[in-house]
């Protein structure tokens, strides 16, 4: 990653921690960041994208990192609790743009090509799709409900109940290599 889009990254990532994404601007992120407008918008769409990034590059780093799914799981439930606050007021957008949204669909592309890789390009059977979808939505459903307090786990708890409940039929092709 660039030094430009990192510096956008840690900027959006330090006025989240202070106030809610609804009163965050494109001009206040490139301020931060100490650069124009138009900087901005060569690396990131809109500041959605930038909320949504930082999912995208902390899942990459884990799944690079990590030698199992619990570990993972572990990972990102202790990240998103040691900055509670953050990911409070990411998890309070809603609509199209919502965080939640994002981490069903990035979840489930990153699994249906771990999937595909690991299975030779063999399709999904239409039960596998369904389990998949359910699956991911969990993910983020849980990953949400958790950050805000509606789970009382730490989060060795929370990665081992994730991990509970991955789809046996596909499971063995989501290992790490």
Same mark, same amino acid.
């Given at each position: +990653?660039? /030094?430009?889009? =990192? *510096?956008?990254?840690?900027? $959006?990532? !330090?006025?989240? #921690?202070?106030? @809610? ?54 990972? +990102?439930? /202790?990240?998103? =609790? *040691?900055?509670?606050?953050? $990911?409070? !007021?990411?998890? #309070?957008?809603? @609509? ?82």
């Amino acid at each position: +990653m660039e /030094r430009t889009e =990192r *510096d956008i990254l840690m900027a $959006f990532n !330090r006025l989240i #921690a202070k106030s @809610g994404i609804e009163k965050i601007s494109i001009q206040m992120i490139a301020e931060e960041a100490g650069v124009g407008r138009s900087t901005f918008y060569r690396y990131f769409k809109d500041k959605y994208d930038v909320l949504n990034r930082n999912y995208k590059e902390l899942l990459d780093s884990y799944l690079s990192r990590c030698k199992s799914y619990p570990e993972v799981f572990f990972y +990102m439930y /202790r990240y998103a =609790r *040691d900055r509670w606050s953050r $990911f409070h !007021r990411a998890f #309070a957008t809603t @609509g199209v743009n919502s965080f939640e949204n994002y981490i069903f669909r990035y979840s489930k592309d990153v699994i249906l090509e771990i999937t595909a890789q690991n299975r030779g390009g063999k399709e999904l059977t239409v039960e596998e799709q369904l389990q998949l979808d359910v699956f991911c939505y969990g993910i983020s459903y849980m990953y949400k409900k958790w950050t805000l307090g509606g789970y009382d786990l730490d989060p060795a708890e929370a990665a081992q109940a994730l991990y509970a409940i991955m789809p046996e039929s596909l499971k063995h092709y989501w290992f790490l290599e």
